[in-house]
């Protein structure tokens, strides 16, 4: 059933693409509230989300956006696969991931507002959003989509092919098919010890967490948390924050975690992460950056409140959220509401790698 939604939706990008090429108009959008556009890798891209850079364990372009430390430190390393090999570790941060957040089934707001006819009888997917403070939607359920996004490889920013996974454009992962995702009880089969974390108690450690994802990262021992938007169970799409940003930032969060305990993405931190990514499946948080593409790109400060007069746009917590760390400072204008409310993310992952 996947490899046909998959099937058909890659054969509408290449039309796309190809209608693109050549001067012609896009495919119609016949949805009333789907929106979207391509991103601009020039434009809405934060690149300073790709730093710090750290080769043979010096910083050698240290950026503006807090380190979460932990890069291999050694001048040299040594690895036996793929090919026994000596080279440099390298730590860098890497686009590798996009991400639709909608409330809208089967809309995708990163292909350019399209909207998926899945025809009668299957919409069973359908999410919800319910209104909230401001007259915008917020609290409810949303579906993610997931795309393999290598940006590096098209800008030709990285030469060492083995730092990076090698794929091409591709929708990976589709949340209106997965019963798991859509039912919170189901959601429990992957992750029985939520029963562990729900009481007060670590829900008030959730705070501390919130404060640290804020300024600088999360609290890696935290791991049932996610910080100023609440807990990270149950796996599934629902959430209730007061903000449609926020929301969608809280069902990401959770989205990301969801993978990594289906074994579907891996570590890429550290100095085991090295030679090959390794097995995680409870994420560390400090190993992602979610930066909002859709419909309004973060790619600079947005609160002159915070960092005014420094004269140097996008500091600290106002670029690059991490996991956990609050929207407040930077959500604002961010939706329009009934016209953009479906969200795309830049999902930035931590390498750390050996190479040539």
Known sequence: MIR????????????????????????PNTSKTCRGRWINPIKDVCWNCMLPIRVGGVAIWKGKVPDPGGAPSGPLCACATPFPRIGIPISYWDPHRVADVTAEAWCFPNLGGFKMDVGIGAQDGEATSAPVEGGASGAGMQHVHYYSYPLLIWMQLLGDTLCLDGSSFDLL????????????????LINPEAALFANPIADAACVADCVAATTRYP??????????????????GRSSNTTQVSNSFHVLEKFMYKLHRQLMTWGTVGSKALCKPYLMPVMDRTMYRFQMTQPNPHVGRTSPAIGAG???????????PRIGGSTMMWDSNRITPYVGEDIGYLIWRRRDCCAL
């Open 310 to 320: 420094s004269g140097e746009p996008g500091l600290g917590a106002l670029i690059c």
């Open 4 to 27: 046909r939604w998959v099937a058909a939706l890659l054969g509408v990008f290449a039309l796309v693409s190809a209608s693109a090429a050549f001067g012609e108009e896009p495919l």
């Open 173 to 188: 992962y589709i949340t209106e098919i997965d019963p798991l995702y859509n039912d919170d009880e189901l959601a429990s």
């Open 219 to 236: 609290i890696k021992s935290l791991f049932w948390c996610a910080g100023c938007q609440g807990s990270m169970y149950p796996m599934s």
